[in-house]
């Protein structure tokens, strides 16, 4: 039998093989792989009812349930994409990625109608809205209202059908466009570095809008794993699930690892299934590690990756946490996973430096994006003509081939595993009449890593009062984007071309840190 190259290819497969078997639970809901089939092939017929052809978008706006990746797997059929939407934006952001989409129905959970309510006249191109979930569930019917269709459009290999938007360095997120190639790609080298396969169980508690939910259950679907899905991670409920469920693979970030280990009793557990539990998105605090590791000995992995790359590109493995003698490697992101090249350049020249100098971290691999929807010029700026990605990350590799993430190219805050870039909050901030001028960095955080603040010169005559800053923020930025703290200076630092100089304003900040952006 030929390899599948395809996610419809790959379901079928699994539906042949083990028709009988669990694929995902959910709740008190599970589904074989023969019902799942059969969901999906509802789905692409009711995508084809309501007038949608390959090239066309769906949204989901909506915590984790299972409807959004099965509309994901439809959309592979159809020739469509799915564009999950980020539910932590604020509604003004949520317009914009959904609008930006072009996205023709919109699914959204029983959380968000109220929100989708109140904007529904500033999103031309929905042309209907079908809740999921809940008292007022209308997805279920919509599938129910059509026969299975086995139909399946012929999709090219670098076709889109996931569409993950990432935070853009000019305030506006943009779409990278996950193809099939891309997704198969990183499902197998995955299973290959975490020996994912048909007996796993892998939780899937991050959110779907994330690689680390929607590209991390791909590659368990990819392998005929099973999944259990939570829809929102609760501490004491991940880790109630990993013992009941005897879950072997899972990956969370830190943010919530520094809950987990607070639980009380959360090291009584039998955790003896698990083999992987992989981390990253965010730094992690080395005191957080090490209460980790205590709960969770011999399985932890820390991953690397982005978005643009359909998720990870690096792991360091378990042997490299156990060892003493290279405890100097915690802070690494470790070495390329299967078919990934990884090198670091001059961001300037765009020529390789020496081993351990600093640059930007480059990255070649299948997995790598189609590109930003409706941005060609981003994405010729992204990849280049030999197929390197720029991560806009910076870092350096040592002798032994391990990579050290240690700063943001494009001054990116990583908190919590979300990506925040400062020129979003500074659009929105600059437009204070109280402020002159800011700058927003990242600071070190004990739970979240890192979170943003914002350095202010203000106006003359103006004073800044930090609270009446923050109500600013927050009505127009998600929250967990909104600065933490305030600080107000004469002016900001500046190099002679006018540019802000952050490093400076990070400096004092990040003393006696180890900045480890993962």
Same mark, same amino acid.
Request: charged content about 20%.
């Given at each position: 039998?030929?390899k599948? +190259?395809?996610?419809?290819?790959?379901?079928?497969q699994?539906e042949?093989?083990?028709?009988?078997t669990?694929?995902?639970?959910f &709740?008190?809901?599970r589904w074989?792989?023969?019902?799942?089939?059969?969901?999906?092939?509802?789905?692409a017929?009711?995508?084809r009812?309501?007038?949608?052809?390959?090239?066309?978008?769906?949204?989901?706006?909506?915590?984790?349930?299972?409807?959004?990746?099965?509309? +994901?797997?439809?959309?592979?059929?159809?020739?469509?994409?799915?564009?999950?939407?980020n539910?932590?934006?604020?509604?003004?952001?949520?317009? %914009?990625?959904i609008? *930006?989409?072009?996205?023709?129905?919109?699914?959204?959970?029983?959380?968000?109608?109220?929100?989708?309510?109140?904007?529904? *006249?500033?999103?031309?191109?929905?042309?209907?809205?079908?809740?999921?979930?809940?008292?007022? *569930?209308?997805?279920?019917?919509?599938?129910?209202?059509?026969?299975?269709?086995?139909?399946v459009?012929?999709?090219?290999?670098?076709?889109?059908?996931?569409?993950?938007?990432?935070s853009? +360095?000019?305030?506006?997120?943009?779409?990278?466009?996950?193809?099939?190639?891309?997704?198969?790609?990183?499902?197998?080298?995955?299973?290959?570095?975490?020996?994912?396969?048909?007996?796993?169980?892998?939780?899937?508690?991050?959110?779907?809008?994330?690689v680390?939910?929607?590209?991390?259950?791909?590659?368990?679907?990819?392998?005929?794993?099973?999944?259990?899905?939570?829809?929102m991670?609760?501490p004491?409920?991940?880790?109630?699930?990993?013992?009941r469920?005897?879950?072997?693979?899972?990956?969370?970030?830190?943010?919530?690892?520094?809950?987990?280990?607070?639980?009380p009793?959360?090291?009584?557990r039998?955790?003896?299934?698990?083999?992987?539990?992989? %981390?990253?998105?965010?730094?992690?605090?080395?005191?957080?590690?090490?209460?980790?590791?205590?709960?969770?000995?011999?399985?932890?992995?820390?991953?690397?990756?982005?978005?643009?790359?359909?998720?990870?590109?690096?792991?360091?493995?378990?042997?490299?946490?156990?060892?003493?003698?290279?405890?100097?490697?915690?802070?690494?992101?470790?070495?390329a996973?299967?078919?990934v090249?990884?090198?670091?350049?001059?961001?300037? +020249?765009?020529?390789?430096?020496?081993? &351990?100098?600093p640059?930007?971290?480059?990255?070649?691999?299948?997995?790598?994006?189609?590109?930003?929807?409706?941005?060609?010029?981003?994405?010729?700026?992204?990849?280049?003509?030999d197929?390197?990605?720029?991560?806009?990350?910076?870092g350096?590799?040592?002798?032994?081939?391990?990579?050290?993430?240690?700063?943001?190219?494009?001054?990116?805050?990583?908190?919590?595993?979300?990506?925040?870039?400062?020129?979003?909050?500074?659009?929105?901030?600059?437009?204070?009449?109280?402020?002159?001028?800011?700058?927003?960095?990242?600071?070190?955080?004990?739970k979240?890593?890192?979170?943003?603040?914002?350095?202010?010169?203000?106006?003359?005559?103006?004073?800044?009062?930090?609270?009446?800053?923050?109500?600013?923020?927050?009505?127009?930025?998600?929250?967990?984007?909104?600065?933490?703290?305030?600080?107000?200076?004469?002016?900001?630092?500046?190099?002679?071309?006018g540019?802000?100089?952050?490093?400076?304003?990070?400096?004092?900040?990040?003393?006696?840190?180890?900045?480890?952006?993962?």
């Amino acid at each position: 039998m030929s390899k599948p +190259t395809d996610f419809t290819a790959i379901l079928a497969q699994w539906e042949a093989e083990r028709p009988d078997t669990v694929a995902i639970t959910f &709740g008190a809901s599970r589904w074989t792989w023969a019902e799942l089939a059969t969901r999906v092939r509802r789905n692409a017929a009711a995508q084809r009812a309501a007038g949608l052809v390959p090239g066309d978008r769906v949204a989901v706006l909506d915590l984790n349930h299972p409807a959004c990746l099965e509309l +994901t797997l439809a959309c592979a059929q159809v020739g469509t994409a799915n564009a999950v939407v980020n539910f932590r934006l604020a509604p003004p952001e949520i317009a %914009y990625v959904i609008n *930006d989409s072009r996205a023709r129905i919109l699914f959204v959970g029983p959380e968000f109608a109220g929100a989708v309510a109140q904007l529904r *006249d500033k999103l031309p191109t929905i042309e209907r809205v079908i809740r999921i979930g809940g008292p007022d *569930d209308e997805y279920e019917a919509w599938l129910a209202a059509q026969e299975p269709d086995a139909a399946v459009h012929p999709s090219k290999p670098e076709d889109c059908f996931v569409q993950l938007y990432t935070s853009g +360095t000019t305030g506006f997120p943009k779409g990278a466009m996950l193809t099939h190639r891309g997704m198969v790609a990183h499902a197998h080298n995955v299973a290959v570095d975490q020996s994912i396969g048909p007996d796993a169980i892998v939780q899937v508690a991050m959110p779907l809008f994330h690689v680390g939910g929607t590209s991390y259950s791909l590659a368990a679907l990819g392998q005929g794993a099973r999944i259990h899905m939570v829809r929102m991670p609760d501490p004491a409920a991940v880790l109630e699930m990993l013992e009941r469920e005897k879950v072997t693979h899972t990956f969370l970030v830190p943010a919530l690892l520094a809950m987990m280990v607070k639980v009380p009793g959360a090291g009584d557990r039998d955790y003896s299934a698990l083999k992987t539990l992989s %981390y990253g998105a965010s730094p992690m605090p080395l005191p957080v590690m090490r209460a980790t590791h205590e709960i969770f000995p011999g399985v932890m992995q820390q991953v690397y990756g982005m978005t643009e790359q359909c998720g990870v590109v690096s792991v360091l493995p378990t042997a490299d946490h156990e060892d003493p003698a290279v405890a100097h490697r915690l802070v690494s992101a470790g070495k390329a996973i299967h078919g990934v090249e990884i090198k670091v350049c001059d961001p300037v +020249t765009g020529e390789p430096v020496a081993v &351990g100098e600093p640059g930007e971290i480059w990255v070649r691999s299948e997995q790598v994006m189609g590109g930003y929807w409706g941005k060609p010029e981003s994405t010729a700026a992204a990849i280049t003509e030999d197929g390197w990605l720029r991560s806009g990350d910076g870092g350096h590799m040592d002798a032994d081939g391990y990579l050290y993430v240690t700063d943001r190219i494009k001054d990116m805050i990583i908190s919590g595993g979300e990506n925040i870039y400062p020129a979003e909050i500074e659009r929105v901030m600059v437009e204070h009449p109280s402020i002159e001028d800011v700058a927003v960095i990242g600071v070190p955080d004990e739970k979240w890593g890192e979170v943003p603040k914002a350095v202010i010169v203000a106006r003359p005559g103006h004073t800044i009062d930090s609270a009446q800053m923050m109500a600013w923020c927050r009505e127009r930025l998600a929250s967990f984007k909104c600065p933490k703290s305030f600080d107000v200076i004469d002016a900001l630092p500046r190099n002679p071309t006018g540019k802000v100089l952050k490093k400076d304003l990070r400096k004092p900040y990040w003393e006696g840190h180890t900045r480890q952006v993962a």
